[in-house]
């Protein structure tokens, strides 16, 4: 009889955990969750108390029934599925569904894969926490209630295919209300003014900024003007220490911030690395909202400070979650031995275990000090004070390792580094003073790491769920990630030098964003809707408070059914309710006025496949009137932001765009978005490129640009079958036959040199095993 059997939920952790356990052990992976909520059904029994209905997956049968053979020969059968409470419900079921023995059955939890951990953890093994349990399935049932009670009212009101989330509702709510504060945004403008002096030396120079913007154009004027007469004294010279404190480590949130600033990566790409590096038993584990670091921990920081900087560099820290109801795990994210600088890893794995590490030392090292002078320039005969602020950094403590990023787009104050020495009372010549004319910043929109910062803010989530939620809500297509152009925004630039003053107008880019969270129609559509008729549900506190009842049910606090009905009795009277409305157009339809030629009314609405604008009504009750035409937005446009004139300007497609090889080039816009049609063939228009505006030569550009990657694609064609070609895919050369495309083998080294026999034998070796099927695509 075998020993034991250890199951854990990925079988690249099995793999790091065999590593550690001798030959008594047999460490299997259950591939995630063996059983859930079946797919397509509501599986919530309602009158049952709310009792779920789990189900093994077909997927997931075969593994069970290997797992329930090993499981009955081992004297011991040990649970170590992640400490977190999707751990704890994965070892619960799998207790459930391989009907273990709780006698022989131990719970074992650690939250670094290191020889240690595991050793205590099978020194001191536990049960299975059932409020960790109850509280996963509180949100698995109340998500599952949301969603399929939810779903169908946005199939009859909005759109078919569409599904709603609880959270995911929330963090959309949060990026339609930004981008409507961006639209309302009114910028205003005022005048930042520069000077550079000369000192009492007559070579060297000062910068120094006014105290004080100027509102208007005139009044900047008048400034320099008055500055031509004055004369310039320093009249103060403050220099004051400042220090700078080293950021705490990493939590999810945080580690999910950091890597998005510095290393560019999404949300969902960090905790794919991160869960990488933790299987791989190099970090602690990834989901946490905890800053707290173990002893053991700090004392290896302490020895690596040592040893690398010195005691000078070396200060003691020990942080404190602040974030309410911190539950996930116990410590920070962290390597598992800090003395290792290089690990074994993909390049992005060796880039975020870098940052973990750095952020960990630095989280125990000494304070970086800094000197600030501000040097105070008096203006004869105005109130008004020029300053030129130095920063000179006396000792750089953590700075030496690490130094924290930010979401900061805003304009920064002149600053300078060391500033030259001046006395009190120095008179200066004026050398230059500029005024230009600077603009109040719109509010920023959100990028992913920022969006889980305001969703960690207001309670909203834990570290399991930041991830799912904004890959789910750009996979609903409600949101997207992209860049916005800018407009030109003309500004005043006026100079006072030589005694002259001179005014110039310059143009810049205003508004430009780039890999930012935008909201599509569609989301703004559903997420009004939601707005009007389930405000609770999109409530920001309502949605936290629903947070802190799944913690009290961790803790023991509550029973988890009573946080479902608590909810589910105000939910469901309004589901009711919201069903039996009746309206007059279609949620999200905007009527923007009279086409002035045929005066038939024109709208925007959510079509079946995406914003469309509507010119005329339908009347049902003529079935000889004329039917409404329709026409798709283009890329830019926003059903709550299109004229009537940008409206009905769509519908002059399909136009002709011009001629070529004596046959017409015609633009639109299709299913798939905009598309030139040449010679019955169709070629996408780049998004930098306008259907309405596209020109017989940007047109040509496109066929001949088409033809010339047409022909790159195809190596060879055989007369005697034409269905067999040979082509260049995005993995290298491969055979096309019938619609089915089949590897050529590495033994090939010329496959433009390959016979129709050669080609055929290739084809039928591979059988029934085609390299690559078309996915069926599917209905929406």
């Not at 004055?230 to 009249?235: G, K, Q, S, V």
């Not at 990630?481 to 630039?493: I, L, M, N, P, S």
Request: hydrophobic share 35%.
């Amino acid at each position: 009889m075998q020993k034991n059997l250890v199951i854990v939920e990925s079988p690249a952790k099995a793999k790091t955990l065999e590593k550690f356990l001798g030959k008594d052990f047999k460490v299997m992976s259950s591939y995630g969750h063996i059983r859930d909520l079946k797919t397509k059904e509501f599986s919530v029994d309602i009158a049952n108390n709310y009792k779920p209905e789990y189900v093994v997956p077909d997927d997931k049968k075969k593994i069970v029934s290997e797992l329930k053979s090993e499981a009955k020969k081992a004297e011991t059968v040990w649970l170590a599925s992640d400490e977190d409470r999707e751990g704890e419900a994965i070892s619960w079921h799998l207790a459930e569904v391989l009907k273990l023995n709780p006698e022989k059955t131990k719970r074992i939890v650690f939250h670094e894969i290191t020889k240690n951990a595991i050793l205590h953890a099978i020194e001191t093994p536990r049960h299975i926490d059932v409020n960790l349990v109850n509280a996963q399935q509180a949100r698995r049932v109340l998500d599952r209630i949301v969603g399929f009670e939810l779903s169908p009212i946005l199939w009859r009101k909005v759109k078919p295919a569409l599904s709603a989330g609880r959270v995911q509702s929330v963090a959309v709510r949060l990026i339609v209300e930004r981008e409507r504060e961006i639209n309302a945004f009114v910028s205003e403008a005022s005048f930042r003014v520069i000077a550079e002096f000369v000192l009492p030396d007559g070579a060297t120079l000062l910068k120094a900024e006014l105290n004080k913007r100027l509102k208007t154009k005139e009044e900047a004027t008048q400034f320099l003007e008055a500055c031509k007469k004055a004369t310039f004294t320093i009249d103060d010279i403050s220099t004051k220490p400042v220090k700078k404190t080293p950021a705490a480590p990493f939590t999810t949130s945080t580690l999910q911030q950091e890597a998005a600033r510095k290393l560019g990566y999404s949300v969902s790409q960090t905790m794919m690395l991160a869960q990488r590096l933790y299987e791989s038993g190099l970090i602690t584990y990834m989901r946490t909202d905890s800053v707290n670091l173990s002893d053991l921990a700090l004392g290896t920081a302490k020895e690596a400070i040592l040893e690398n900087y010195g005691e000078k560099y070396y200060k003691f820290r020990k942080y404190s979650t602040k974030t309410k109801g911190a539950q996930e795990a116990h410590e920070a994210i962290r390597p598992t031995y800090i003395n290792n600088e290089d690990i074994t890893g993909t390049a992005q794995e060796k880039r975020l275990y870098e940052l973990i590490r750095k952020r960990t030392i630095a989280s125990q090292m000494a304070d970086a000090e800094l000197e600030r002078t501000t040097i105070s320039i008096d203006i004869s005969g105005l109130k008004e004070k020029f300053a030129a602020v130095g920063e000179v950094l006396v000792f750089d403590g953590f700075l030496q390792v690490y130094r924290e990023g930010t979401d900061d787009d805003g304009e920064k104050e002149q600053e300078n580094g060391l500033l030259p020495p001046v006395s009190l009372n120095d008179a200066l010549k004026l050398q230059e003073t500029v005024a230009t004319e600077r603009f109040t910043q719109r509010p920023p929109r959100y990028t992913e790491a920022s969006l889980v910062r305001r969703l960690e803010e207001l309670g909203i989530g834990r570290p399991s769920t930041y991830a799912p939620t904004i890959q789910t809500i750009q996979n609903r297509e409600y949101v997207e990630k992209g860049d916005k152009e800018g407009v030109g925004r003309e500004y005043t630039v006026i100079t006072l030098s030589e005694g002259k003053i001179t005014e110039i107008s310059k143009t810049e880019i205003a508004g430009a964003d780039r890999n930012k969270l935008i909201p599509t129609d569609i989301g703004i559509v559903v997420n009004d809707f939601l707005m009007e008729y389930f405000p609770d549900v999109l409530d920001y506190n309502f949605t936290a408070s629903v947070e802190k009842e799944f913690d009290a049910v961790a803790e023991g606090g509550m029973i988890w059914t009573d946080a479902i009905g608590r909810f589910y009795n105000v939910f469901h009277p309004i589901v009711e309710k919201t069903s039996a409305v009746r309206t007059e157009h279609k949620v999200g339809e905007r009527e923007l006025g009279a086409d002035p030629v045929s005066g038939k009314p024109v709208f925007v609405k959510i079509g079946r496949f995406g914003p469309v604008v509507q010119l005329g009504a339908a009347n049902p009750d003529d079935k000889n009137a004329p039917k409404p035409q329709f026409a798709s937005l283009i890329k830019g446009q926003s059903i709550e932001t299109i004229t009537l004139e940008e409206a009905l300007k769509l519908f002059e497609l399909p136009r002709t765009a011009g001629e070529f090889e004596g046959k017409e080039i015609v633009a639109g816009i299709g299913r798939f978005g905009p598309f030139i049609r040449h010679d019955g063939k169709f070629i996408p228009i780049p998004k930098n490129l306008n259907p309405l505006t596209i020109s017989e030569e940007e047109s040509v550009e496109l066929i001949k640009d088409k033809r010339t990657k047409e022909a790159q694609r195809s190596i060879k064609k055989f007369e005697e079958e034409p269905e067999m070609e040979i082509l260049n895919g995005r993995f290298g050369p491969y055979i096309s036959y019938k619609k089915k495309n089949y590897k050529i083998p590495k033994t090939v080294k010329e496959p433009k040199e390959l016979t129709l026999e050669e080609a055929m034998k290739i084809v039928n070796e591979a059988g029934e095993k085609p390299a690559t099927k078309k996915r069926a695509v599917k209905k929406k």
